[in-house]
């Protein structure tokens, strides 16, 4: 797919929490396609110790609208500053990147996110929805504050949730999810995107019952474009870059 | 010219600009066989600067050959290919199969990696071992050889003027800066091999001050590289005596970086009414 480097005006900033916002980015011509999964590489301006680009998943796109949309999560002064950004700013982007998340064999599917990982899961929603495919949405957090936009998810399919505090949903982690506890789901693809040790117990869940799990992973980058080999992950076939072969990949394809 | 594991094969940047406007790619290091690489993680961010350790991931000289080289021969400018090796034979072997590479025309020896545990460097920090790889690589590589010295060494003109005597036809410096970062919190290494190679603007004075001494030591042709941003920081190496430069880490944030400091030097030229760029090498008034 072609990749291109856009400067991209922000609409709207919508604060979530102390934590989380919505970027909302216009561009001034029609968007390329962009696919479920994929990322921008995106420049933080006026951050001084910020040298490198920033890789962030594509949340959503609104294509009439020549919208794509950013769920950032404040870490660091990169995402910080791209958190504090106003209407009317300015944000580079390089994109679209990496791979996406395939279509699924059948209709049911499980889409299972956490903290920031939620992220790439609204836009596969739609998309999926766009195919006639009701989406499942699995989102964990550790307490109800940590559940982002559900209002989103809602309006794109049937959203469950669960909480390490109790406070909303299923208390624990998602994999404790009676859709995750049953020895019969009946789902027959896993898309999943989060911490690592959560992707890791939802694919072995997903292979112990012959389901297939697809992943995103968020190794560091410094390209994102399959440059300069900095964002490899261990495979069947030896390191391959997260960037460009990534950053979806089948679960049993990884060693990790 | 781009800098060697910084611009892929140019395949990578294509979708940007046309990559033709460049003097010369070179592409990423090539070994006799195979390399995995270093596990990740293999980067890290530091103040205007970045680690790497990718240790010369690549799938080896006899796949270059066959699947690469077919895909990127035709681009209209100059494609170097950075030769890196063990020891002096498997140097010997990568140089004397590029040789048969019509569209291919030149190496840059890479004397000077630090990211792997043996070879790479160390044939860069000593001159006999310099001498020795220059010297079995110039018995079987009859085009441009372009060495590649390493800033971790105490005279670094030293090692240049050794280069130079073995036949090199031209020099480039600085390969990265052997440096490292920790994680406070975590007490843990941010990179899997602790140490790596540190690029970008943070090793600017460092690499200027290197292709000053180096100019000023040898005969032939001084490429210049390390931190490059801006067409201001190319002229910089250009007046310190550098008859071209590479760009490396500033292809990963702005990938029409390169294109954006030729123009600009052209610009510079223009506002100084300076004839070609070429007018600018060794340019430094220093009285
Ligand atoms: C493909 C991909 C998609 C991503 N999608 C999103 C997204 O949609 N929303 C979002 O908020 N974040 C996303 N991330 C993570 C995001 O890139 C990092 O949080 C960001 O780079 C941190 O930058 P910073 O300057 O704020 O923090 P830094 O000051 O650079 O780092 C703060 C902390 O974050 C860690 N960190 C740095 N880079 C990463 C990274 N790439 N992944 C995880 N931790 C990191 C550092 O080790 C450090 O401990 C994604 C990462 C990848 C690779
Ligand atoms: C990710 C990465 C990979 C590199 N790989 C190579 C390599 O394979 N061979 C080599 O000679 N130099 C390699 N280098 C060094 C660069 O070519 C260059 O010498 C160095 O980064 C300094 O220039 P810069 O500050 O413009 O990046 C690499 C640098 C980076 C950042
Ligand atoms: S981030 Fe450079 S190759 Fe993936």
């Known amino acids: ?256 | 010219m781009t800098a060697s594991g910084t611009f892929g094969y140019g395949e990578e940047y294509e979708d940007f600009f046309d990559i033709s406007q460049l003097g010369g790619i070179i592409v990423k290091g090539t070994t006799g066989s195979h390399r995995e690489g270093n596990p990740y993680p293999r980067m890290a961010e530091t103040p205007h600067g970045m680690l790497n350790a990718v240790g010369l991931q690549n799938k080896g000289v006899d796949y270059f050959v066959k699947e690469i080289y077919p895909r990127i021969k035709d681009y209209n400018t100059n494609m170097l290919v950075n030769v890196s090796g063990s020891t002096v034979e498997e140097y010997e072997d990568v140089a004397r199969k590029i040789n048969e590479l019509e569209k291919i025309p030149g190496i840059e020896l890479n004397i000077s990696c630090p990211n792997v545990k043996e070879g790479g460097m160390a044939f860069g920090t000593s001159c006999p071992s310099a001498v020795s790889v220059i010297n079995a690589v110039r018995k079987v590589y009859d085009k441009h050889i372009m060495v590649k010295l390493s800033p971790n060494v105490t005279n670094v003109a030293e090692i240049a003027h050794a280069v130079e005597g073995e036949g090199a036809d031209s020099v480039s410096l600085i390969n990265t800066l052997l440096g490292m970062a920790i994680d406070a919190e975590s007490r843990r290494p941010l990179l899997s091999t602790v140490t790596g190679g540190l690029s970008g603007p943070a090793v600017k004075p460092v690499a200027l001050r290197m292709v000053w001494q180096v100019s000023q030591a040898v005969k032939i042709p001084v490429v210049g590289l390390g931190g490059i941003m801006t067409a201001a920081d190319a002229i910089e190496f250009m007046l310190a005596g550098a008859s071209a430069v590479q760009i490396g880490t500033a292809n990963f944030i702005d990938p029409l970086v390169s294109v954006k400091v030729i123009k600009g030097m052209e610009d510079y030229c223009e506002r100084h009414d300076i004839g070609a760029v070429r007018e600018l090498t060794g340019g430094m008034i220093t009285e």
């Open chain 1, 1 to 256: 797919m072609k990749k291109y480097i856009d400067d991209f005006i922000v609409t709207d900033n919508r604060r979530l929490n102390g934590e989380y916002v919505i970027l909302t980015l216009e561009l001034d011509r029609d968007l390329p396609e962009i696919l479920p999964g994929q990322f921008a590489e995106v420049k933080v301006d006026n951050a001084p110790n910020t040298f490198l680009r920033r890789p962030i998943s594509i949340h959503d796109v609104v294509e009439e609208k020549r919208q794509i949309k950013l769920l950032v999560q404040e870490i660091g002064e990169g995402t910080r500053v791209m958190g504090s950004l106003q209407k009317g700013d300015k944000l580079n982007l390089v994109y679209p990147l990496g791979n996406s998340f395939s279509d699924p064999a059948t209709k049911e599917v499980l889409l299972v996110g956490g903290g920031c990982g939620v992220a790439p899961l609204l836009y596969l929603g739609r998309k999926l929805k766009e195919k006639g495919i009701t989406p499942r949405f699995l989102l964990g957090a550790r307490n109800s504050e940590g559940l982002i936009a559900l209002d989103e998810y809602k309006k794109v399919g049937e959203v469950n949730v669960t909480t390490e505090d109790g406070s909303m949903g299923t208390k624990g982690f998602v994999i404790h999810h009676p859709l995750m506890r049953t020895d019969s789901p009946v789902y027959d693809h896993v898309y999943t995107c989060g911490p690592e040790a959560m992707m890791k117990v939802v694919a072995k869940y997903s292979e112990k019952h012959g389901i297939k799990c697809e992943v995103s992973l968020e190794n560091r980058m410094a390209c994102g474009i399959g440059a300069c080999l900095c964002c490899v992950t261990d495979t069947k076939d030896g390191h391959v870059c997260t960037c460009t072969d990534g950053p979806v990949f089948d679960s049993t394809y990884l060693k990790w």
